[in-house]
């Protein structure tokens, strides 16, 4: 069975730092892509960016040059965020293919 677990998110100052990251246990193959979204209060869950399993990257306006997906083959799946604002606050989620979903972790920018 296959399971994906998020930590790392926490409270933060803006302009501050996190890494959430999510390890994948049960089989999936290296083909897969992976992913994180968020989802804030009273608002639709929204991709944030995505890893192909060639390395390709896609991100959201919103975080392009803050943030940072990275990969370990297909056994985690990494989120650095850089230069955190206020509106980054939300749950964040990690997927496989859009099949396989954590539980999520809260990230809180607030001074």
């Known amino acids: 069975q296959v399971q994906l677990a998020e930590s790392g998110g926490g409270l933060v100052q803006p302009g501050g730092s996190l890494r959430p990251s999510c390890p994948v246990s049960?089989?999936?193959?290296?083909?897969?892509?992976m992913g994180w979204y968020r989802q804030a209060p009273g608002k639709q869950r929204e991709l944030v960016a995505k890893i192909y399993s060639s390395g390709l990257t896609i991100y959201v306006d919103s975080v392009k040059g803050r943030f940072t997906i990275s990969r370990d083959n297909a056994k985690m799946v990494s989120l650095q965020m850089n230069a955190l604002k206020p509106e980054d606050t939300a749950v964040y989620y990690c997927?496989?293919?859009?099949?396989?979903w954590g539980q999520g972790t809260q990230v809180t920018v607030s001074s």
């Open positions: 997927t496989v293919n859009n099949n396989y």
């Open positions: 049960g089989f999936i193959f290296s083909s897969n892509t």
